[in-house]
């Protein structure tokens, strides 16, 4: 059984008088990975504060086992003011360079010593030489091992003048530096290119510790974390394995929870009717049903006192046209910099949701731009349809006003809205969004990057679009809101395009892949399918590009053709076909049977009542269908000629 590197002991934090931690405890034990999610305002960030000590907690205790080496890694990391890329990197091995000054100071004090304490120093010396060994003598190797994993080209730069992706990388490479017993990172991908990200994914697969991973990039928990946390209403729950293993267990909880809720809920409605023909409280054992109808009443409200999920949806503007934006021989270049379109041809069509693929300072906003209207292109032309309406958010969020409040910037002093479904109050709209109506007069410079993130959002959707460009719209989202924006975008009628480092998001809501390739002309190509499939579609292009020439065989004087198969089955396959649609009858009628079971609120009442057994049957029967027609399909279509 490992041993726990950190852990958290019946813990408690209050702001006011809100518990955003209430009798938390949980531990995190060495070797494992665990990633921690939840809702923007659930504590996320306060129980990391809590675990790098920037805060206590009101009652409880944290934990974290004397002797292991423990990196932190927060969203925004901060650094010496003036202090170099090197000098960070630097700060990162303090330990590693005050064991060498302290093995110099060792050697120095050796043989002017007494005995005893002799004795003690070359002990202390053989500790220290054994870590050494271990981590290296020199630092410069570490150092440069450190720049050229992380792709630090300039380590004479100074920190801060760095963009956010590049102070990222610097933080991560400190850390990898410290080869950490146990590294905890809160949002460790913000900021980051997919490159980065990927060599991010690669190390924490490869790392030993002990890690717990707050991010709400889904496609790296599936790829890292082997626990799930979900941390909601100041508690903790945990799921065994990646996402996706969480959503399946969470599906199933919530679909438990709901059958014996609806039958709690007809129980009551059952109940308040006795109530309600005047039952008489008389009698000792009246008076105790009516104290069960109160029970079970405040029961179901707890179960069902849900927050309420607004759906987002965009409202679609009423261009009819197939082409909003054709972009023809496209060059763009800043003066003096290189080339960032070579020769481009794009054509945004009605339908379409484009993904921007390619790596920080490729000029991924620099084209929105351009297609835009915003920047002029050097050569080429960007024809634009004479009446569409675009909506657009740009990744420096600079469509908010900061001086004005949350209100106004999003309603400019108007009491009501028009959603496209009809109209409401601006600020009962903006509740929807997560803020509250006695917060909505603040000024927008005081919001949270996901605040102003869904304000933004909140604001894009009252303004019908035939065009949505949306520059990073996922950062700073928590995993709920990435969801119902998921959905949202799916929704929208009209065209998008879409630049985001969430990978996983990307795949969900894209149709087509803009991609960088990086040499040639030009530097941009389109692809049909999400960014997940253009290194497969990029390879499939290369191949059918490049010319064949096929040997002659000798006396050969033609090509041979085969002969085409005759349509139809072999005995064999008639016999499987007629196995396979049987298979398929008695499974329908098994699945049916199952269904029946799942329908009954009394099938959950307990532990061991029928609907348990049911639901798992009926999902491994459902898996044994969806194969079954596979192959009942490919008999069908071969037998037909098809």
């Known amino acids: 059984m490992p041993s726990i590197a950190l852990s958290l002991i019946n813990v408690t934090k209050r702001y006011g008088a809100t518990a955003i931690l209430d009798g938390l405890s949980f531990g995190l034990f060495q070797g494992e990975k665990v990633g921690l999610i939840g809702r923007n305002g659930a504590g996320k960030s306060t129980l990391f504060r809590l675990l790098t000590g920037d805060e206590i907690p009101d009652s409880g205790e944290v934990v974290i086992t004397q002797g292991l080496r423990i990196a932190r890694l927060s969203q925004e990391p901060h650094f010496t003011p003036g202090a170099s890329v090197r000098q960070a990197l630097e700060a990162a091995l303090a330990d590693h360079a005050a064991l060498l000054a302290r093995h110099q100071e060792i050697h120095d004090r050796l043989h002017g010593s007494n005995a005893e304490a002799e004795a003690r120093l070359f002990d202390e010396l053989q500790t220290i030489e054994h870590l050494l060994d271990h981590w290296g003598w020199d630092l410069s190797p570490r150092l440069k091992a450190a720049a050229t994993v992380w792709g630090l080209a300039d380590l004479d730069v100074e920190v801060e003048s760095l963009s956010g992706g590049w102070r990222k990388r610097v933080a991560l490479a400190q850390a990898w530096l410290k080869e950490p017993d146990v590294l905890v990172l809160d949002e460790p991908t913000n900021h980051l290119d997919p490159e980065q990200v990927e060599r991010l994914e690669a190390w924490l697969q490869g790392y030993e510790g002990a890690l717990l991973l707050i991010t709400h990039d889904r496609h790296l928990l599936d790829a890292v974390v082997t626990r799930m946390l979900e941390l909601e209403d100041g508690a903790l729950r945990s799921y065994e ?34 109530l309600r023909r005047g039952a008489k409280a008389r009698t000792r054992k009246s008076k105790l049903r009516i104290q069960e109808v109160l029970d079970l009443k405040g029961s179901v409200e707890d179960r069902t006192r849900l927050e309420v999920r607004q759906g987002l949806t965009f409202a679609k503007g009423g261009n009819r046209s197939d082409a909003l934006i054709r972009a023809e021989g496209l060059h763009f270049a800043y003066p003096g910099g290189a080339e960032l379109m070579g020769n481009l041809d794009l054509s945004l069509q009605r339908g379409m949701r484009i993904a921007l693929l390619g790596p920080n300072g490729c000029g991924k906003s620099t084209l929105l731009k351009v297609l835009l209207g915003e920047l002029e292109p050097t050569a080429g032309e960007v024809v634009r349809h004479p009446k569409f309406a675009v909506t657009a958010i740009s990744q420096g969020r600079g469509e908010l006003d900061g001086a004005r409040t949350i209100l106004d910037n999003l309603a400019d002093r108007a009491a009501i809205v028009d959603t496209g479904n009809g109209t409401v109050l601006a600020h ?66 009209g065209t998008l395009v879409l630049v985001s480092h969430d990978r996983f998001f990307l795949d969900q809501v894209a149709t087509h892949t803009l991609a960088w390739n990086g040499t040639g002309s030009p530097r941009w190509e389109l692809y049909e399918g999400p960014p997940s499939t253009v290194g497969s579609l990029r390879e499939a292009r290369a191949q059918t590009a490049q010319p064949t020439k096929a040997e002659p065989t000798k006396g050969a004087t033609r090509a041979e053709t085969p002969k085409p198969r005759k349509p139809g089955l072999s005995q064999k396959e008639q016999r499987r076909l007629a196995e396979v649609e049987q298979a398929l009858a008695d499974l329908h009628a098994r699945i049916a049977g199952q269904d029946a079971i799942l329908a009954d609120p009394a099938a959950f009442l307990r532990s061991d009542s029928p609907g348990h057994l049911a639901m798992r049957e009926r999902e491994a029967h459902q898996t044994e269908l969806d194969l079954l027609e596979l192959e009942w399909l490919e008999l069908e279509e071969k037998r037909t000629g098809d």
């Open 241 to 274: 394995g990646g996402y996706s293993d969480y959503l399946l267990e969470k599906s199933d909880r919530e679909f438990r929870e709901a059958r014996l809720t609806e039958h709690m809920q007809n129980r009551l409605r059952r109940e308040m009717a006795w």
């Open 428 to 493: 009962v709209y903006l509740t929807r969004f997560g803020f509250p109506v006695d917060q909505q007069n603040r000024p927008a410079s005081t919001l949270s990057g996901g605040e102003r993130n869904r304000l933004l959002l909140a604001k894009a959707m009252l303004s019908p679009a035939d065009l949505l460009v949306l520059d990073e719209p996922t950062n700073d989202l928590d995993i709920p809101t990435l969801q119902n924006l998921e959905e949202a975008l799916i929704g929208f009628g």
